[in-house]
């Protein structure tokens, strides 16, 4: 057994905590004059909350701005008697000014709407999603959540969306896996109001995997960056992506059904509207998808069922019931992946005008599970106006397992190319057969306490910091074998054993502060730093970070943005391990010691990025908007890793730098009246030198003449170019009957077979992978549209689609099995993903 255990908090905590007294302490400024109270919130005509709207007093100073829940609360001294009565003012770029007579003799507890400013409106015009003022962030899109929720995709999976961004890549249709800008699946961050979400550690291919955290059903805010974010998001090098839950301020409920599974929510509002709730549970059975695959046909019952619900109470006094709040997001989520595979085929190319197809024989079956349980509370407070501070508890536990016992037996031939009996198989031979086991089992234990503030001194400045502490314990279970055996010849080490036992328990510290300066209306200057330090391998990781935004005065419709800083992720138990062999018996057998490194650093990576945005009007005088943005990461301390299907196999060393360098482009607007698309597009190139990897040269006469080193070699994720397209059509004067096309484009992937360390970054490529997505849908509204007038549990509207996914039925390619024959000779056998077909959706919504 393997056991590394560290606790304690030593020197790192002190560090942070001189970290934390650069956060300035505004509890002493106290007002000697007499004050009173104003709160409320601000929402769109729409009547959804409104984030970043700055409220004040017309010629006074001080003010606030409203939170993601479009609150606000500050104080304001009382006039003296015989003057002007005060007049409150609410602006935000996008909108239109609100001036409103404050009386003061009354409670004070406003509900202020902003209707668009025609002048330089956005998506927001039609009063979905509510985008907020962005001018200060680079790399940072904001989406529409009912976009996410109609897009056609094979599983009405959310993060297929994100797929559509410049820079993020995903090549396979069955997994919520995505990379940005050259990154891995494992290198992005997830927030969902506020707390951290994890994945199942142990899936190693796309068809095992459930749908992605979030529910789109009850998403009321989506942000999504690509690069250079602020320090109050965590330590990770690719991405951040935050949501924020809707809080429902009247009834609400939906349910979906489709072929593949489907979905309901409930949301409704206490009497005294202090208690708000926000349920919804989804099922998926991927079955009728699965089917469609080439490789390997049997019976599939992959089954997946997740439940979330959120709490928020205020609790604050009568005069201002949202001064404390308490927030509670629950989630389970359970995942039965069964498999009892029997035939499979697949057509490949060896050489010139060359086809083989292989066909295989199965017998067995396999069982994989992931359960997990995670849970958040979110204490809210505002101290003062222009304080407010949160406590959050999080914890997460997940049980996984992994069963398999399969043989599979391949037999090669090849495909004829002549006109007679064309494409039909010739030359059958047998190849041989393969055997796998396994019996793993892993348990994840997580749990965090973190503390954040939030100072708002002016109208022009904005201080936030925070510190949070983690315990994590991890126990995984390996016992894996595997067997080949080729037609009358068996290759050397025929088989080969894992087994392991391995218990992690650490803790993890972090601690951020920034600073956000509006040094006018055109200029935003962001900066802060970030520290995390871990107990295993003792280090602690500093990450500064700056960003800066400027709109010229003559044009207000542009900004140029620029931001750079240093991006850490520290390791986590999958980086750590590897397997290492230990010893070979005389019986040809591979013996396998999965091992951690505990001495792996964290992974760093530098972001420079510079763009720019502008907001135009086509002819028509529809609103469009243009973003376009070019970054450069170094990385040191890299990890090198190989792509398996959904499986990163990581070296668990610290023995290579890389970079990440590209462009990118994005047109959105309303290229058809009503309805918002956009166009996207990627360009890319990621290196990595490993040390000490080399390639044989060889002489003349064939011979090899020794060693050299390979240099920068492409990453796993190199694809060059990434176009992604999302566009909505609807007939003429009639909006409720619509056309949706979702497509993706990536140019081919580097790979190489396994073991075979002087292949690997080979300029050998993948097939591209194309797949386009249609969808048509049909609105039908049976209830009264008007709010105020609709009953609770009223059916409102009828959503039914049509959906042909993968429409030009490409074959594309989600991995490669490698086969050997008699001869030695290693082929690289595609495994295809899923084929067209065709699926219904019905949204009911009341």
Avoid: C
């Avoid at 606000?72 to 602006?91: E, H, M, N």
């Avoid at 730093?529 to 935004?549: D, K």
């Amino acid at each position: 057994m393997h056991s590394i255990y560290q606790s304690g908090v030593r020197k790192p905590l002190v560090l942070l905590g001189l970290l934390l007294l650069l956060a300035p302490l505004p509890l002493a400024v106290a007002q000697q004059v007499a004050r009173v109270l104003v709160s409320g919130a601000v929402r769109t005509a729409a009547g959804q909350p409104l984030e970043l709207v700055v409220v004040g007093v017309e010629g006074e100073p001080g003010g606030t701005t409203t939170d993601a829940q479009g609150r606000f609360s500050f104080s304001v001294a009382r006039p003296a008697a015989g003057t002007k009565p005060l007049i409150l003012i609410a602006r935000r770029v996008g909108f239109q000014s609100q001036r409103l007579p404050l009386n003061l003799g009354a409670a004070q507890n406003l509900t202020i709407i902003l209707g668009t400013d025609n002048r330089l409106n956005n998506v927001v015009v039609r009063g979905r999603s509510d985008e907020a003022d962005t001018r200060e962030q680079v790399s940072v899109t904001h989406l529409d959540p009912r976009t996410a929720k109609e897009l056609p995709s094979a599983f009405g999976d959310f993060n297929k969306i994100l797929t559509t961004l410049p820079g993020v890549v995903a090549n396979n249709e069955l997994t919520s896996t995505y990379s940005v800008r050259g990154g891995n699946y494992e290198e992005n961050l997830v927030y969902v109001n506020g707390f951290e979400i994890y994945r199942p550690f142990l899936v190693t291919a796309a068809q095992q995997e459930g749908l992605s955290f979030v529910n789109p059903d009850l998403v009321s805010k989506i942000e999504f960056s690509t690069g250079g974010w602020q320090p109050k998001y965590g330590d990770k090098l690719s991405s951040v992506l935050s949501i924020d839950y809707k809080k429902p301020t009247r009834f609400e409920a939906s349910g979906t059904a489709s072929l593949v599974g489907g979905t309901a929510h409930v949301g409704a509002t206490s009497p005294n509207k202090r208690i708000s709730y926000l349920a919804g549970i989804r099922y998926k059975n991927a079955q009728y998808v699965l089917r469609s695959l080439k490789q390997a046909q049997g019976g599939y019952n992959p089954t997946f069922y997740d439940g979330q619900a959120n709490i928020n109470v205020d609790l604050g006094p009568r005069n201002n019931p949202e001064r404390t709040t308490l927030g509670l997001l629950t989630t389970f989520a359970h995942n039965d992946y069964r498999f009892t595979p029997e035939t499979g085929v697949a057509t490949f190319s060896t050489g010139l005008d060359q086809l083989t197809r292989v066909f295989i024989a199965y017998d067995g079956r396999e069982r994989m599970q992931y359960d997990t349980y995670q849970g958040g509370l979110n204490l809210r407070h505002n101290f003062t106006p222009n304080l407010q501070g949160e406590l959050l508890v999080g914890a997460l536990i997940s049980r996984e397992f992994e069963y398999r016992d399969v043989e599979a037996g391949y037999t090669f031939a090849d495909v004829n190319r002549d006109s007679a009996d064309y494409n039909q198989p010739v030359r059958q031979r047998d190849v041989g057969s393969r055997f796998d086991h396994s019996r793993n089992n892993l348990t994840a234990r997580i749990a965090t306490l973190e503390a954040r503030g939030r100072w708002t001194p002016g109208q022009h400045h904005t201080v936030r910091w925070g510190v949070k502490g983690g315990r994590e314990k991890i126990h995984d279970t390996l016992d894996e074998y595997s067997f080949v055996d080729s037609a009358d010849y068996v290759p050397d080490r025929r088989r080969s054993v894992l087994r392991s036992d391995l218990n992690l328990a650490s803790y993890r510290y972090q601690g951020y502060a920034q600073h956000t300066i509006d040094l006018d209306s055109l200029h935003t200057l962001t900066y802060g730093v970030r520290a995390n330090y871990w107990t295993v391998n003792g280090q602690l990781t500093v990450s500064p970070r700056v960003q800066y935004a400027f709109t010229p005065r003559k044009r207000p419709n542009v900004s140029y943005k620029f931001a750079t800083g240093v991006y850490n992720q520290p390791p986590f138990y999958r980086e750590l391990r590897n397997q290492v062999g230990s010893r070979a018996t005389p019986q040809d057998v591979l013996v396998q010691q999965a091992q951690l490194n505990p001495e792996l650093r964290a992974q760093r990576s530098l972001h420079f990025i510079v763009g720019n945005e502008v907001r135009f009007k086509n002819r028509s005088g529809r609103d469009f908007k243009f973003t376009g943005e070019a970054y450069y990461k170094y990385l040191t301390d890299v990890v090198p890793y190989d792509v398996d299907n959904v499986r990163l196999r990581y070296y668990a060393k610290n023995n290579a730098r890389a970079y990440a360098a590209g462009i990118e482009g994005r047109v959105a607007g309303e290229f058809v009246k009503g309805a918002e698309s956009w166009f996207s597009l990627g360009l890319l190139t990621t290196r990595e030198n490993v040390a000490g990897d080399s390639l044989t040269v060889f002489s003349s006469d064939g011979n090899p003449a020794g060693k050299q080193p390979k240099g920068y070699i492409r990453r796993p994720t190199d694809q060059r170019v990434n176009l992604g397209v999302f566009f909505q059509d609807h007939l003429p004067n009639n909006p409720s009957v619509r056309g949706y096309v979702n497509l993706v484009f990536g140019s081919g992937l580097p790979f190489s077979p396994p073991d075979l360390p002087e292949l690997r970054g080979t300029s050998k490529l993948s097939r591209s992978y194309k797949r386009v997505d249609l969808g048509f849908s049909k609105v039908i509204s049976l209830g009264n549209t008007h709010e105020a007038s609709r009953r609770a549990g009223q059916l409102e509207s009828l959503w039914i689609g049509l959906e042909i996914l993968n429409v030009l039925a490409a074959n594309n390619v989600g991995g490669y099995s490698y086969v050997q024959d008699i001869n030695a000779v290693t082929y690289s056998v595609p495994n295809y993903l899923s084929q067209r077909v065709v699926n219904l959706r019905v949204i009911a919504r009341f």
